[in-house]
């Protein structure tokens, strides 16, 4: 069983936010616009969170993209009333858009604030309509959304080796921000398979994960700027 | 040779390449070629090339029922491997912005109301041709100008052929200074005026004057690449960064030392820590000695004797001198040129400051010889097109071209472009007014500084025709718009060069039917050429674009150099051959070399002649000068007031004092972000939403202030404040932010637009707004990029 993970090299990411608009492509993310990003009601499934600590001239800066930490003990799932979200056997962190009924205690629980709430139907001038994503859903108003790690990707790249009657390799399904990222930032893949390039990064020196004195098991690694 | 999957990724080098590589979604053979009709409910991924930028990208566009629905990488371009950067993924809302124009538009109204008439294409060539026989007609064919903005290749000819055959010697490059790469310090030191390939994949130590490197580089993905390589790429050789900068900017911030320094005073350290490589014996001396011209003092042919850049920099740039200028303790400028001279290969990198100061920069890679070395500075060679054919320029077209040139500069090519003489002459009418004005591809009235300067000389000029596929500042004020396709809809050539000097020649090719009447500015102009007739027909003998493309290309074939697009191992082989002499491409005749650059994306020529000495050096002395002799055969115009030697060698030029320190008491940074960085971005959410990532701001300009300082002015965090400087005053959310130096306050450019889409439109303020017009002697720009500004609440 496949065990999904992602590793970003923060000595190589260069904060371009390349990963938060493929994200927005990709999952028909929905325009906020000027007035209601004011409010705060901007969605992002992956931002770029700035840690800006110090006084000038002594500052420590660090940029650190964050997506969905699809943790293994997820604080959110357990919350979740109408079971709108939980771990699937591969280790993603699923909702279900159409269970969901709005209540935000999954957004409330999370600790890593990845869970966004859709306050309106998200609209698109007529124009933009037809160059939507056909691969993913468009949400509706009242519901919780988050990322999936592009997990209809999976779903296409299982049918396809299943048409071309082979095992899923691990270049087969990635998902949107990690195929984007220009200075090759993101890995992602097995972390149960022990050779693959996520679970030897994850095992590095520098690896580290946010927040982890929670418990919550996250699968996404972060490996620490520097030598 | 049997090469799976898995020998691919490690073939790959960088992990994250071969990732994007190996990618089983794109695999090359799976590329359909673009002409196929578009059957329903079919899913095609179509290579071209991203307009969002100057970058030079190959994308896959994926195409559902005759709608793009997705931008991805072209893993087989070299530029960018299968990434992208935001501006490039955004394309999808270049193409489908609502606001669009969408037919020619003529003015009805007043200029600037913006009431407009949609009219006929044939209405509008006819509006066009007509204005332009009557200028013909009358001698007056001079007074046709065209303002052309930031685009690359044949489209440029095309202009310049047009207006050769037209009589016109009045092509302005409206390419902003400070957007630019440092071309006047590689001018002043190689005699080459364009835009040098910085090796940084293989520097391990590179010293950032205030270049945005990871923000606003001409060709972003290409250094976010190199910067992943640079640091990781090379196992246990961690490239180090340091950042020169009066902000804590994103490069700042991932940089492993950030120096903060007084505005503009970037070009003195450099020339402090000069004087420390040479005190201390520290620079290269073989190649001081073989390859650079005004070193040590020399005599001249009338037997003058001038003084050497050695002596000057060690009499007049002491590190204490140095430090007080620049705010920089003099510990760290010497720590710096160690540093710097010992860790190599080293690289230091400007911005288009004024030209002594990009040449102070410059000629610290003289000092450490990394010029034409790996990691160093290396000139590309160019794409080799096919010359346009010969033709005979009637008399009025002869008459015209010996006219002077509206900005003071001569000839149609060999020349610095001034546009900002441009703007002042129109309004003093000396040498003469403009009667017709084109716009191709650029907005003066947003992305000059002081654009009302601009706003001033449209007044003056009768007819104004704008290209723009989007309504913008610029084109508000126009008399006829002839909307251009967007990049995703045209035919076009994207010439550029890697990081390693490698020429590419990427294709831009229709991924979608044109969704509205508009039609390639390309197309136009041979249209119009053709309804003028007479020697235009010899002049610009095709019918359309994609005819300019295929004839330019014919060069490619004949060059005997380089090969289509391909993977990896591929290319490694061409490379091997060539070194040996053989060249044996993909294709055997020039059709099969267009169709395979479509397949594909583009031809490359994957090899550096390292110590071709004649194309490194074309100043006079073939040399790397320390002393710009080359500037003698610009120097017509008053260059600078003192003819001495020092105003030839690299020097610091202390900025006009500009306004009362007292009643403006704080300096002004102007910054750039990834997402935003111009007009032809500007309606696009996806952008605008992610503005600046470091402040979490989005939609809105902000002005960053250092704590103290706002503690002092009694402006809390999320105030809204005037900045107001001698020439204007914007308003602005304020950000108290640690990376803002105490006497230093800074806006980013990119939003602030009178006019354009519902997502650009009164949105923010434009910085440049509060900028003079003091213009730089050589290169026609405004000196001062930090003007001196007050804050007060709003």
Redesign the interface.
Known sequence: MHRWGMVI?L????????C???C???NNIG????EE??KGR?ISWIE?I?Y?E????H?K???LPRPCMHCDHPPCTKVCPVNATYKNEEGLVAQINYRCIGCRYCTTACPYTVKYFNWYAPQW????K?????DVSIRTKGVVEKCTFCSHRLLK?RE?VKAEGRDL????Y?PAC???????????GDLNDPFS?VSTLSRERRAFRLMEDLGTEPKVYYLSE?? | MKINRRDFLKMGGGAGAAVALGGGFWKWSQFPVAEKPNAPGVEKWIPTICGQCMGGCGILVRVIDGWAVNIAGNPLHPVNRGTLCPKGIAGLQGLYDPDRIRTPLKRIGKRGEGQWQPISWVEALQMVTSSLKELRKNGESYQLMVLGGKYRGLMRSLWERFLEAFGSPNYIDNQFQWEGTPTEGLFLTQGIYSTPAYDLENVQYLLSFGSELLESYWSPVQVLRAYGYFRRGKPGQRGKLVQIEPRLSITGIKADEWIPIQPGAEGILALGIAHMIIKEGLYKKDFASNHTFGFEGWTDENGKEHLGFKEFILSEYEPNVVSKKTGVPVDTVIRLAREFATNQPSLAIGYRDRPFHQMAVSVLNGLTGSIDTTGGILIPRNVPYQAFPPFKKDTIAQKGLDKERIDGGKGLRRVIHQPYLFAQNVLSGRPYKPKALFLYYTNPLFSNPKPDLFSKAFAEIPFIVSFSPYMDDSTHFADLVLPDHTPLERWQDDPLFLNNGFPVLGIRQPVVEPLYQTKATGDVLLTIAKLLGGEFRTALPWNDFKEVMAYGFKGIFEAKRGDVFGLQFEEAWTRLLQRGGWWAPSYKTTEELWKLIQERGGWWDPLYDFGEWERIFQTPSKKFEFYAQGLKRLASSPLSKSNGDPSFLPHWEEPKKMSDEKLYPLHLHIFKTMAVTGSRNANQPWLSENFGPHLLERWITWVEINPHTAKELGISEGDWVWVESTFGKIQAKARLYQGAMPDVVNIPFGLGHASGGRWAKDLGANPYHLLGDDLDPLTGNPIQRSPRVKIYKA
């Open positions: 090299d000595d190589k990411c260069s904060g371009c936010q390349a938060v608009v493929a927005h492509a990709e325009i906020i616009g000027p990003s004011a901007t770029l700035p800006i110090g006084e000038y001239p500052i800066a660090r940029l001038p007529k124009e933009m037809g160059s939507l994503n056909r790249a396809k390799l691990p270049e087969d990635i990690v195929q984007a990222c220009p200075g090759g930032a993101m890995y992602f390039t520097g030598m």
